[in-house]
C-alpha cells in the first residue's frame, strides 16, 4: 500500500478519501445526465455534496487528533459511514441503464444449473437454531468491519489500515457499480409470495431482519456486497493476522451461505461477489501505482515554490 497524500484545497487526502470522492462526483454526474429517469435526482445530487462536506470536515478532524485511538476514530467512522453512504446514493440510479429488474434472467440460470430454485429449495433444511447462525454470520459483518480494522492499525499501523480501507472501498463501489449495469430487484421482491416456510429464529434473526427492513431497499444485489466485502476482510486477516484468518473461516463460510439462505441475494449474486472481490484485488496495485505518480506530480510544483 501507500503512505502518499495529496493537499487540496488545505486538506490531506490519502488514496482512500480520493477514491470516495470520485464516485460521489460521479454518482452526481449520472443523475444530472439521467435526470429525466432519476426520481428525486436533484435530491441525490444534494446529498452527495453533503456527505463530501461531512467526510472532509472528519478527514480535517482525524488528521489533526493527538490522540491515537481519537484519530483512528475518526478515520474509521469517516470511511465506513461513507462506503455506507454510497451504497445508499446508489439506490436510484439502479434502473438507469435497462429501465427494469432483470431478476428472470438470473433465476432462468439457476435453474438451468441446479434444477431448482436455490432459495426455495433451502426450505426444506430451515430450522430456528440453523436460521439463527446463518443470521449471526450475515449480521456479524456489521461490526467486523471496523473490528478487523482495529486489529490491523493497532498491530500493522496506518498504511495497512489504508491498504485494508482502499480494497475494501473499492470493492464495495464495483458492487454498487454493478447494481446499475445488471440491476436485479432480489429474492424477496420477486418470488417473495412463492416461499411458505418463515425465517424464524432468536437474537441474530431479529437483527437479521431489521437490517433487510431498515438498511436494504430493492435492488443492490448483484454482486452480493456482504460476499465481496467478507472475502476482503477475509483476505486481509490472512495477510496481517494469520489467527483472524482462521477464526474467521468458518463464520465467513456460513456468510456466503447466509446471503440466500436468508434470502437476502440468489446464489448468482454470492458466486459473483466473490469474484468481484479477487477482481478488485487484482486491480488495486495498479490503481496504488497510478495515485502515486498522480499525487507526486500534483505536489511537486508546490514543493518547488
Given at each position: 500500500?501507500?503512505?502518499?497524500?495529496?493537499?487540496?484545497?488545505?486538506?490531506?487526502?490519502?488514496?482512500?478519501?480520493?477514491?470516495?470522492?470520485?464516485?460521489?462526483?460521479?454518482?452526481?454526474?449520472?443523475?444530472?445526465?439521467?435526470?429525466?429517469?432519476?426520481?428525486?435526482?436533484?435530491?441525490?445530487?444534494?446529498?452527495?455534496?453533503?456527505?463530501?462536506?461531512?467526510?472532509?470536515?472528519?478527514?480535517?478532524?482525524?488528521?489533526?487528533?493527538?490522540?491515537?485511538?481519537?484519530?483512528?476514530?475518526?478515520?474509521?467512522?469517516?470511511?465506513?459511514?461513507?462506503?455506507?453512504?454510497?451504497?445508499?446514493?446508489?439506490?436510484?440510479?439502479?434502473?438507469?441503464?435497462?429501465?427494469?429488474?432483470?431478476?428472470?434472467?438470473?433465476?432462468?440460470?439457476?435453474?438451468?444449473?441446479f434444477g431448482v430454485q436455490p432459495t426455495l429449495w433451502?426450505?426444506?433444511?430451515?430450522?430456528?437454531?440453523?436460521?439463527?447462525?446463518?443470521?449471526?454470520?450475515?449480521?456479524?459483518?456489521?461490526?467486523?468491519?471496523?473490528?478487523?480494522?482495529?486489529?490491523?492499525?493497532?498491530?500493522?499501523?496506518?498504511?495497512?489500515?489504508?491498504?485494508?480501507?482502499?480494497?475494501?472501498?473499492?470493492?464495495?463501489?464495483?458492487?454498487?457499480?454493478?447494481?446499475?449495469?445488471?440491476?436485479?430487484?432480489?429474492?424477496?421482491?420477486?418470488?417473495?409470495?412463492?416461499?411458505?416456510?418463515?425465517?424464524?429464529?432468536?437474537?441474530?434473526?431479529?437483527?437479521?431482519?431489521?437490517?433487510?427492513?431498515?438498511?436494504?431497499?430493492?435492488?443492490?444485489?448483484?454482486?452480493?456486497?456482504?460476499?465481496?466485502?467478507?472475502?476482503?476482510m477475509w483476505i486481509m486477516a490472512y495477510r496481517y493476522?494469520?489467527?483472524?484468518?482462521?477464526?474467521?473461516?468458518?463464520?465467513?463460510?456460513?456468510?456466503?451461505?447466509?446471503?440466500?439462505?436468508?434470502?437476502?441475494?440468489?446464489?448468482?449474486?454470492?458466486?459473483?461477489?466473490?469474484?468481484?472481490?479477487?477482481?478488485?484485488?487484482?486491480?488495486?496495485?495498479?490503481?496504488?501505482?497510478?495515485?502515486?505518480?498522480?499525487?507526486?506530480?500534483?505536489?511537486?510544483?508546490?514543493?518547488?515554490?
Amino acid at each position: 500500500m501507500t503512505n502518499k497524500t495529496l493537499t487540496l484545497f488545505g486538506f490531506t487526502l490519502r488514496a482512500t478519501d480520493a477514491l470516495i470522492l470520485f464516485v460521489l462526483a460521479f454518482f452526481s454526474a449520472l443523475a444530472l445526465i439521467f435526470h429525466g429517469t432519476v426520481e428525486g435526482w436533484w435530491l441525490l445530487v444534494l446529498k452527495n455534496l453533503a456527505a463530501a462536506a461531512g467526510y472532509l470536515i472528519v478527514v480535517w478532524l482525524s488528521g489533526r487528533a493527538t490522540k491515537k485511538f481519537l484519530r483512528f476514530f475518526l478515520r474509521v467512522a469517516a470511511v465506513t459511514l461513507a462506503y455506507a453512504y454510497l451504497f445508499g446514493a446508489v439506490d436510484k440510479l439502479q434502473l438507469i441503464i435497462h429501465g427494469e429488474w432483470l431478476d428472470a434472467y438470473v433465476m432462468d440460470a439457476e435453474q438451468y444449473i441446479f434444477g431448482v430454485q436455490p432459495t426455495l429449495w433451502f426450505e426444506q433444511f430451515m430450522s430456528r437454531p440453523l436460521t439463527e447462525w446463518m443470521m449471526f454470520a450475515y449480521v456479524i459483518y456489521v461490526p467486523l468491519y471496523p473490528v478487523l480494522c482495529g486489529v490491523i492499525y493497532y498491530k500493522h499501523g496506518d498504511v495497512a489500515m489504508e491498504d485494508y480501507f482502499f480494497t475494501l472501498g473499492f470493492t464495495n463501489i464495483l458492487c454498487d457499480i454493478g447494481f446499475i449495469l445488471f440491476p436485479v430487484a432480489g429474492p424477496i421482491p420477486t418470488i417473495g409470495h412463492l416461499y411458505s416456510v418463515p425465517l424464524d429464529g432468536y437474537v441474530f434473526t431479529y437483527f437479521g431482519e431489521l437490517m433487510r427492513s431498515q438498511l436494504h431497499y430493492i435492488g443492490g444485489t448483484i454482486p452480493s456486497p456482504h460476499c465481496a466485502a467478507a472475502t476482503i476482510m477475509w483476505i486481509m486477516a490472512y495477510r496481517y493476522d494469520r489467527r483472524w484468518f482462521y477464526v474467521l473461516a468458518p463464520v465467513i463460510i456460513s456468510l456466503y451461505v447466509s446471503t440466500f439462505y436468508g434470502r437476502y441475494h440468489y446464489v448468482t449474486d454470492a458466486v459473483i461477489g466473490v469474484a468481484v472481490a479477487f477482481l478488485a484485488l487484482a486491480l488495486v496495485p495498479t490503481l496504488i501505482k497510478w495515485w502515486d505518480a498522480f499525487s507526486q506530480r500534483r505536489s511537486a510544483p508546490a514543493a518547488t515554490r
